[in-house]
């Protein structure tokens, strides 16, 4: 993990960095809790570390969250394109990375802890833009303090269609 988050990488916002940081967070993982979870437990669905998920999946256990399993690898390629760290400039380096991690939190591209790899790409992410190089401040970590405003944010960045679903909204993709 340690090797991921803190040598430089063409493009963080690859496609393939995201499934190498979710594999090797997962290879620290007990085997109970390498399977889905839900409220009330752990299920009998496997995480698959590293692969994107070929399933849709729900996190109220009611509506679908983020796009369908089939449009990742274009919206992940797109993804890469738009926030690309090497871009941004000044300011626009933190908006960038906080648009990127709602984004990557909104794609839920693993089966699985995705959240947590969004808080941890998040970190290297701000490294690669050339700020808090040193990782002494954990964004996290930090996150992590107020978890259920954090989590509130982040459903409200997307506002639902008609029918209470979310997608993936073009028009924030970063724009300046």
């Known amino acids: 993990m340690r090797r991921l988050t803190s040598q430089p990488h063409p493009n963080i916002c690859d496609g393939q960095f995201l499934c190498d940081l979710h594999a090797a967070f997962n290879a620290h993982l007990p085997e109970a809790h390498l399977f889905t979870h839900t409220g009330i437990g752990f299920t009998h669905f496997p995480v698959k570390p590293g692969q994107l998920r070929d399933v849709d999946v729900s996190v109220d256990g009611r509506s679908l969250h983020g796009p369908h399993c089939r449009d990742l690898p274009e919206l992940l390629s797109s993804f890469a394109q738009a926030y690309a760290p090497q871009q941004w400039h000044g300011d626009d380096r933190l908006i960038a990375m906080a648009a990127s991690h709602n984004r990557l939190t909104w794609l839920h591209p693993f089966r699985d802890g995705n959240g947590r790899v969004a808080r941890l790409f998040s970190g290297p992410y701000l490294a690669a833009s050339g700020i808090d190089q040193s990782t002494l401040w954990s964004l996290s970590r930090g996150l992590s303090r107020h ?9 409200t960045t997307d506002s639902p269609d008609e029918e209470g679903r979310h997608y993936f909204n073009e028009d924030l993709l970063i724009d300046f």
């Open 147 to 155: 978890k259920k405003q954090y989590m509130f944010e982040l459903w």
